[in-house]
């Protein structure tokens, strides 16, 4: 088992690693343990839910069948400044799967997901843009995070450094690049690509329904009022608490639920969309010069194609 796992979908976070997550999990050839996110290689990261103990780690892959091809997916391994070197450390064959999407989209998407389950405290996203330098000095941060780094929208998706320890790291034939556009403009064959890369047959029955769609509140004053409850509200939480912990009902948790749909996301203005392309640009144009073919130029204005 000391090669355990075989691959990693190693990032970026909203760039389409819960779907093939969940599509190769569903082929007969390959174990990957329910838990997604594991995250146990990047130890220079304090994430919630990670798995920090050798046994703990090895403990997901247990009921593996032994003819599988094992896996694991977490998408802060490609942004970690450590957890590359330490997969290939322990497992030198390792085969590393990395997606990527428009850094623009992609930033925009993990903030809706984190303020849709409540682990962002910015009401939106240009609000949380602008506090991430203020947020390295321990400003501005959600309640209970427990890291900045993993709230700096504009270093995660900051993607030419990342790639390029990916490929000083990984052997040629041991790492695939998955382009998120590309991938769900046709999921079948960037699928079927997937599998010829970890060497596995081809799955007739992959299923390719959407997962992990955005998600956002059903009542916006009901999201208000469980994100800043009214003072009579929270004194009323406080008298029931007592019988909420007896009985083990947890009203918040289920409004939380229940307030809780799929959605769109929220629009940016333009200036602030122009914004980050500019931002963005050189980062684009870097990756681009790294792998050796065109990715998003055309998804930038007119000038600023021009400039990279």
């Known amino acids: 088992m000391s090669a355990v796992p075989h691959f990693f979908i190693v990032g970026a976070a909203k760039c389409g690693t819960t779907a093939l997550f969940q599509y190769l999990s569903q082929h007969p050839s390959v174990y ?42 977490s998408a802060l391994y490609l942004y970690s400044q450590i957890a590359i070197q330490r997969i290939m450390t322990r497992n030198p064959e390792s085969k590393i799967i990395v997606m990527l999407r428009y850094p623009v989209d992609a930033a925009h998407s993990l903030y809706e997901a984190r303020w849709g389950y409540r682990h962002e405290n910015m009401a939106d996203f240009e609000q949380a843009w602008r506090v991430q330098s203020d947020r390295l000095s321990g400003k501005h941060m959600p309640p209970n995070w427990p890291d900045a780094a993993t709230l700096q929208y504009g270093a995660i998706y900051r993607y030419a450094a990342q790639v390029r320890r990916v490929l000083d790291l990984v052997p040629q034939e041991q790492r695939h690049i998955i382009i998120y556009e590309e991938f769900f403009a046709d999921p079948q064959r960037q699928y079927a690509e997937a599998l ?16 992990n769609p955005a998600v956002g509140p059903r009542s916006s004053l009901l999201d208000r ?47 602030f969309r122009a914004e980050l392309e500019r931002y963005f640009a050189d980062d684009i144009a870097e990756l681009e010069e790294l792998l050796g073919r065109r990715l998003w130029r055309d998804r930038l204005g007119a000038a600023l194609a021009e400039r990279v």
């Open 196 to 211: 010829k890369f970890l060497k596995l047959p081809q799955d007739v029955n992959a299923n390719f329904a959407v997962v």
């Open 225 to 271: 009022w469980l994100r800043r409850p009214p003072r009579w509200l929270a004194g009323l939480y406080t008298m029931v608490r007592p019988l909420t912990r007896a009985t083990g009902l947890h009203p918040a948790a289920m409004l939380w639920k229940f307030n809780t749909v799929p959605r769109e996301k929220t629009a940016m203005r333009p200036e």
């Open 32 to 73: 990957m343990p329910a838990m997604k996110e594991p995250k146990y290689f990047c130890t220079d990261l304090k994430a919630a839910g990670s798995v920090r103990t050798h046994e703990d780690y090895m403990a997901l892959f247990t009921a593996a069948p032994e003819q599988c091809l094992t896996g694991e997916a």
